[in-house]
């Protein structure tokens, strides 16, 4: 059973960074072929994909965030981040991570975390 958990501070203040990680169990970041993905969804908006990061450490962003946006990982933990600099209240909602399989799209999510911009 693949599982994802999302974690980190549900608080940012304007112009710092958000910073989140995501515990993977049941499978390995550095099994071939898969990818893990964040996304997010802002208040009343639909599903934003913000960036992944394949198996062999490859990264890809989408292009409104890229220059705010870092992805990394740690394969020992087996946990991959999402950094999101100079933030603002637009950047408040719900943050997922989750499990990319080729074309298919995403097979397995975390549950999401709520992630608030506010002074």
């Known amino acids: 059973q693949v599982q994802l958990q999302e974690s980190g501070p549900g608080l940012v203040k304007p112009w710092q960074t958000l910073s989140l990680t995501c515990t993977v169990s049941?499978?390995?970041?550095?099994?071939?072929?898969?990818?893990w993905s964040w996304f997010r969804q802002p208040p009343g908006k639909g599903l934003e994909w913000m960036g992944v990061?394949?198996?062999?450490?490859?990264?890809c962003y989408s292009p409104s965030l890229k220059s705010r946006t870092s992805i990394s990982r740690d394969t020992f933990r087996n946990q991959f981040f999402l950094q999101l600099s100079s933030v603002t209240p637009e950047d408040t909602g719900v943050y997922y991570c989750?499990?990319?399989?080729?074309?298919?799209?995403?097979?397995?999510w975390g549950q999401g975390t709520q992630v608030t911009v506010s002074s």
């Open positions: 989750a499990k990319w399989v080729n074309d298919l799209g995403p097979d397995y």
């Open positions: 049941g499978c390995s970041i550095t099994t071939s072929y898969y990818a």
């Open positions: 990061i394949s198996y062999d450490g490859r990264i």
